[in-house]
């Protein structure tokens, strides 16, 4: 996921493409260690799939849907005109005040170009289509598989490593604020943004 713009996309110089493998292994072992350490440390829902297997495929179809945006610039072929049409024709039924699609273009500078305002703004509405997909599999997944309930009881240490369920009041009351409050400024990515941006997050 991490080297897929670098390898889509020509015109990545050596140095670019050296620094993108080392990120791609330091990940790699760092997701390794977590996932293989008997104690939990940052990763949330170790041992309770398919969570974090959904948010890792959204977010890779999220990067290769905009690597084929961005390839089509410079190397244009029929399926990056479909991902433009789809992208371009969500984000113009998207783009109305307080969507997704027209708070991404509220980040934009007042000076940018129409190109880019009309990129950004395809590669918006891509991106939300995506992040829809995803969380209507994962409510699929759900409602399917009866997560996290099918293999016994929610083991909080191991999957919520940062939540200490013995401090504050119930514990209950405290998941359901924390789980509201996350899927509001949940963020996704390097870009700390808030949750109703959804195709910048995570």
Known sequence: MIATPSLM????????AQIVGLVCIVAGVFV???????????????????????RYFGLAA?????TVIAK?????????VLFNIV?????EAMDFPYSPVRLVLLLLPAEASADLFDSVRTAAGL?????LLSLAFFVLALRLNNWPNQRGGFNVWTNLPTFDPT?????VTRLERDGQLNLICNSQGPHRISGFVLPLRR
């Open 9 to 16: 996309l020509k015109g990545t110089a050596t140095d670019t």
């Open 87 to 91: 992208g371009g024709a969500l984000a």
């Open 32 to 54: 390794f260690v977590e996932y293989n350490s008997s104690s939990p440390s940052l990763i949330e829902f170790r041992a309770a799939p398919p969570f974090n297997r959904v």
């Open 72 to 80: 089509g610039v410079t190397e244009p072929t029929t399926m990056t």
């Open 62 to 66: 999220t990067v290769l849907a905009l």
């Open 127 to 131: 991106s939300y289509l995506v992040s």
């Open 167 to 171: 401090a504050g009041g119930d514990v």
